[in-house]
């Protein structure tokens, strides 16, 4: 009973932008118990929903977190509050705990509207898709009217986590991190907006003739997502990316997507989250009891790893009848 | 039963090396039906066991596909066969359907001792973690020596699928990619051994600094992983890293190590699986029937995430005790 009157304490803190009491709740959902986690959902649940969520992913070294801090500048412009979440490893907003480390973007640090937190990406498989979201409604709560998610594009994980935003601007540059690379990664699908990113640099007209392409190749859609060069060099193209980034937005609103983009999103996080929970069932499954004769079995190809997945599904969770076919 | 015959058919053609038979099934495993894969599994499970995994991972840009060229010459010259697995998307072995993609390296490619294959790395996650074991089975059934494993080492799923190997090498170079990103996506604790690539570049030795600095902070280890700083513009180190991984595999034997790491990696494969499968179940759960409704509920926040999860699990199975608690 104390613990649960002590998350909505906290929550309440947040709801009025205590900056230590959000930092304190994102670390809660990053790392707490079953119980806590609970709570917090509930008491967040009512307070969220509002917030513009902006993605913004992309190989490391196209310079996500450049581009990041001057769309914030764009935002704090327009008198909005920003909140930050760097699930990046590579990013310099990802904090300064390791030898070497310089957080070299944080302008905008002492600045009252705006709030940078990173996100641990170290932890299991899954896990940062089910704490992602709930950091989101955090800032949300906390009443930051934009949450800015900058993701690493590369991995299944983190295409994963580009889904969570009602807008996601794709990164690209000349050399590594083309438009090739991302293409096979899987992050075109998931564009908006296409950033071709040091535009100064050599081979950024080819990039933009690569994208130009696959779109082509690809089918005709409702939205055909720009692609924007810009140079955080010179400042090429900063203005252009918050028009495409606006433009989106309207057009979601008018085709009334936003609602089911949202809709469609909250769903798969609960997805997640049930096969996050039913994963933990099977840890250690085979380290104990008739079990740990199996795993002797499988260690010594006696039986193979895919009958043994099938004896442990029937001990976790008993099939129902024609889903698990 | 025809089927059955088929998969065993498949499966003896690839034991004999069949080349075509080895691309077939290696698809098979990637995109079979529950029946060819269980099939499949128990065909496979006698025959494999034999060959030596070599991983081999790092961010995009750093060089890994240089390097595994490279090592493969090595085992070549060594009368070695050797399968190679790029599940790395930005890999030029990964195949060249994109747009302005080339393949550069494969030298290899008209070597009957040589395999190269491409992982599809666009699937949902955890299929990747479900079929690359899979396919290091089907090129060590069919004889291959050493299969070597190329993973971009960046995004949880790919740490995971780098867990795979017997050795690891992980592969910085100055710049990108150096060693603080490797820290911070996890890719350390994997490494067995470090290669910082691009040695002729300005900074390496910098990263060989912050490598070693790493080390010592962590915890002492029975295995020190070497350091090797290769350029495969020179050819500088490549006999080092060659003997770094020759170093472990003996190390590995040598105090009995090598068991228990492959009996570790079967029982995670089979945790994997499982909670794949659960997780199959869950997919479309809130589309239909009273579920539906909950979806609903969702959407307009009448009912949190968390709470739905609970539900849901409830229903794809029941919690049978503390495990769930």
């Not at 606006?246 to 609103?253: K, N």
Request: aromatic fraction near 2%.
């Amino acid at each position: 009973m104390a613990r649960r009157q002590g998350t909505a304490e906290l929550v309440e803190r947040v709801r009025s932008g205590d900056r230590r009491a959000v930092a304190r709740l994102i670390s809660l959902v990053e790392n707490g118990t079953r119980e806590e986690l609970r709570e917090v959902a509930e008491a967040l649940n009512p307070l969220s929903g509002r917030a513009t969520v902006l993605g913004l992913t992309g190989s490391p070294g196209v310079g996500k977190s450049t581009l990041a801090n001057a769309l914030v500048a764009q935002y704090r412009n327009a008198g909005r509050t920003v909140g930050v979440l760097a699930v990046d490893p590579s990013s310099p907003f990802s904090g300064g705990a390791l030898l070497g480390d310089r957080v070299r973007m944080q302008h905008h640090a002492s600045d009252q509207g705006v709030y940078i937190r990173s996100m641990a990406t170290r932890g299991h498989l899954g896990g940062l898709a089910r704490a992602t979201p709930q950091a989101v409604r955090v800032l949300d709560a906390a009443g930051c009217e934009v949450v800015l998610v900058e993701t690493v594009g590369v991995g299944q994980a983190e295409v994963e986590v580009a889904g969570l935003a009602d807008t996601t601007v794709v990164v690209v540059a000349p050399g590594f991190g083309d438009a090739v690379q991302a293409a096979k990664a899987g992050i075109l699908e998931v564009a908006d907006v296409f950033v071709v990113n040091k535009a100064d640099r050599e081979g950024a007209g080819d990039v933009v003739r690569d994208l130009k392409g696959m779109l082509r190749m690809g089918p005709k859609l409702a939205w055909e997502p720009p692609i924007v060069k810009t140079s955080t060099v010179n400042g090429e193209g900063i203005d252009e990316l918050w028009e495409a980034i606006s433009g989106h937005r309207v057009h979601l609103e008018d085709t009334g997507q936003l609602e089911g983009k949202r809709r469609r999103r909250v769903l798969e996080e609960v997805e997640s989250m049930v096969a996050l929970r039913l994963r933990a069932r099977t840890a250690g499954l085979l380290d104990q009891g008739a079990e740990a004769e199996l795993a002797d079995d499988l260690a010594a190809r006696r039986i193979d790893p895919y009958r043994v997945a099938g004896i442990l599904l029937e001990k976790v969770g008993p099939s129902t009848g024609e889903s698990d076919g």
